[in-house]
């Protein structure tokens, strides 16, 4: 039985093109700039103020979104993680029919660039439950009586310095596939 080829550092370097590293920069770039276009809203109307003063069911209601916004965030967080480490492991070069290390470097990157926005995602999701949150609570007028809800852009915040902190470069996406080598062996 002949031994499968493998996958090494420079044919997964070499199906990182120019072009598709343009494109998931560029898809990087518009999933968090996204949120942050949305949040002007919120300011908007912060500056317009609120005629009526908010009621008790308008405070449960912003504490109740507020702690389903603080789940969501913990939930995107471990499960981007968990399903990025899942969709890009080398257990899928098994069930690859093509042997070819040029067509497996390829499928790599198409690969990491699902589990890239999988997990950009999900944190996005947070992210705009969040700026809702914050909406809600300004026409509620709750934001204006307890500002403490402004916490609530803090998932738009950690997804933002997420999105910077993972921009995709060369070697970053190269360090990545190396460290799902080794986690394989």
Not at 34 to 59: Q, R, T
């Amino acid at each position: 039985m002949p031994q499968p080829l493998t996958l090494t550092r420079t044919h997964f370097e070499a199906a990182l093109t120019p072009g598709l590293l343009r494109t998931m920069t560029i898809m990087q770039a518009a999933l968090v700039f996204g949120p942050l276009l949305y949040v002007i809203p919120v300011f908007v109307l912060f500056n317009a103020g609120s005629v009526i003063p908010p009621g008790p069911d308008e405070f449960l209601l912003a504490n109740i979104l507020s702690i389903i916004n603080g789940a969501t965030l913990l939930t995107a967080g471990s499960v981007g993680s968990f399903l990025f480490h899942q969709m890009f492991s080398s257990d899928w070069l098994e069930t690859v029919p093509d042997e070819n290390p040029v067509t497996l470097a390829f499928i790599a990157v198409g690969r990491l660039r699902s589990a890239m926005i999988l997990r950009l995602a999900l944190f996005e999701g947070a992210a705009f439950l969040g700026i809702t949150v914050c909406l809600l609570a300004m026409i509620n007028g709750v934001l204006d009586a307890e500002p403490a809800y402004w916490l609530n852009l803090g998932s738009l915040a950690l997804f933002a310095a997420f999105g910077i902190l993972t921009f995709p470069k060369k070697e970053r996406l190269i360090g990545w596939f190396e460290e799902m080598l080794t986690r394989s062996r």
